[in-house]
């Protein structure tokens, strides 16, 4: 067997390892790394080690611990409860804040699953309050979360940025934002319709204090049920409810004020979104002075986050980045793109990497196929054959909009979060749903950004 042939099944048993066992991939990546650089190309650590990503680790770092510190200080918190209260009572507009807020959040900085699981408890709770159809609440957060996901400061964004740049390859970031936000977008859309989104706007308006009540009720349940530190546990979901609600009493809530520390934070993240657009910032640099600057400020709520900081995600992208790099040096990489484009047309080959992309990342890392696949692409791009700008673009809608998987992160975390009597079926229709995707989104991707352009 070819050496190119042994590195590349390593890879995928990186991948299967990581989806059955539960095994961090970044970390099967770093040993694959190792293990063939030192046995199969007599590489020397250096080498190997040459190939891990430190501007993508200081990006990941940076956005995660400020989101970390925003969450820690009640922003986000603030953020949800605004949005709620934002709809002015329309039940049939709470879908749409539980999907803006995911996209928010996410946009400036939040890994996917950590927006899902700040969001999804408060969600599926509204779905059951409120009689919304729980997969269609489920499937507009996981949406909305993707659709931040792709800003130049979100996670997503930074990683295909950051490839696209390495590989001196045309990109446009805005592009890309504006193409997997209107994806996901528009999957958001139907979803809606399908699941009874016609009979909400129906219902018309509710009282919208009650819903930000609610909104605060299961904030409060969800903390309750998840704290650490208290010696005692809630018996049940209910019982955290009620407590939640006798703490509800005074009117006007100290956790939902726009106190001096929220206000920074939300300046700090404008500070952000601002210096790396319009000033071409240090997307990294720039959110870890703004992370410093806070803990510096505001101390006290500034503890635990740097264990709140996404290492797994760190770990994750920077073993998979590794490997990658190590097959780009070791010409495994141009070998496989001259591969792939020899099936037939490179047109063909684009549809070919987007199913890749699609079927992967709905059982497996999103995170780690974004920054596994682009590179695969990039000897038949530079052929001129297939627009770049486009092919990237097909790329990221097919491997991200997937997520609603129930084999996803993001989809087990709404099934986690239906309630007991609702799961099984919310866990079928995800399925349906996500299968559904894994094979439309790629072929409409494709029909639309790389066919016109080709």
């Known amino acids: ?25 970044g970390a099967l990546a770093l040993v694959a790394s190792f293990i063939v650089g030192l046995s199969v190309y007599d590489a020397t650590v250096d080498d190997v080690l040459a190939g891990f990503p430190a501007d993508l680790f200081v990006i990941l770092v940076g956005v995660t611990y400020l989101f970390a510190l925003a969450k820690n ?28 807020v995911c996209a928010t959040v996410t946009a400036v900085g939040a890994v996917s699953p950590a927006a899902v699981a700040i969001v999804a408890p408060v969600g599926m709770g509204f779905a059951v309050r409120y009689q919304i159809h729980p997969v269609m609440m489920g499937i507009m957060i996981v949406q909305g979360a993707t659709a931040g996901s792709f800003s ?63 909104a605060q009720a299961e904030a409060a349940s969800f903390a309750a049920t998840h704290d650490t530190s208290t010696t005692r546990e809630p018996h049940s979901a209910v019982e955290a409810r009620e407590a939640a609600s006798r703490d509800q009493a005074a009117p006007a809530d100290e956790s939902h004020r726009l106190n001096a520390q929220r206000s920074l ?48 995600t ?101 099934v986690a979060n239906a309630e007991a009597e609702d799961r099984e079926m919310v866990f079928k229709r995800l399925m349906q749903w996500g299968m559904s995707i894994v094979v439309v989104a790629p072929i409409v991707a494709w029909l639309v950004l790389v066919v016109p352009t080709a």
């Open 73 to 100: 200080n009640g922003t986000v918190d603030w953020i949800v409860h605004a949005a709620v209260r934002a709809v002015g009572g329309r039940v049939a507009l709470v879908p749409w804040a539980m999907f803006g």
């Open 314 to 414: 760190v770990l994750l992208i920077g073993g998979i980045v590794t490997y990658v790099t190590l097959l780009e040096n070791q010409g495994v990489v141009q070998w496989l793109g001259e591969e792939v484009a020899g099936v037939g047309a490179a047109i063909v080959a684009a549809l070919l990497i987007c199913f890749i992309g699609s079927v992967v990342s709905a059982f497996a890392s999103t995170t780690g196929i974004i920054g596994a696949l682009i590179p695969l692409a990039v000897p038949f791009l530079l052929t001129d054959q297939v627009n770049a700008v486009g092919l990237i673009a097909a790329l990221a809608i097919s491997s991200s909009v997937v997520d609603c998987s129930p084999f996803s992160t993001n989809g087990a975390l709404v």
């Open 152 to 214: 130049p400061i979100g996670i997503f964004g930074s990683i295909t940025n950051g490839v696209v740049d390495d590989r001196n390859l045309p990109g446009n970031e805005g592009f890309l934002f504006l193409t997997t936000f209107l994806a996901a977008t528009l999957i958001a859309v139907i979803t809606y319709f399908a699941f009874g989104g016609r009979q909400l706007i129906a219902r018309g308006r509710e009282d919208a204090h009650v819903l930000a009540m609610a």
């Open 265 to 312: 934070t939300l300046v700090g993240l404008a500070a952000l979104i601002v210096g790396a657009l319009g000033f071409d910032l240090d997307v990294g640099f720039t959110a870890l002075t703004i992370a410093v600057a806070l803990t510096l400020a505001f101390p006290q709520s500034a503890k635990g986050a740097v264990e709140k900081i996404s290492w797994g």
């Open 1 to 25: 067997m070819s050496h190119e042939l042994i590195s590349l099944a390593v890879l995928v048993i990186v991948f299967l390892i990581a989806t059955v066992r539960g095994v961090n991939m």
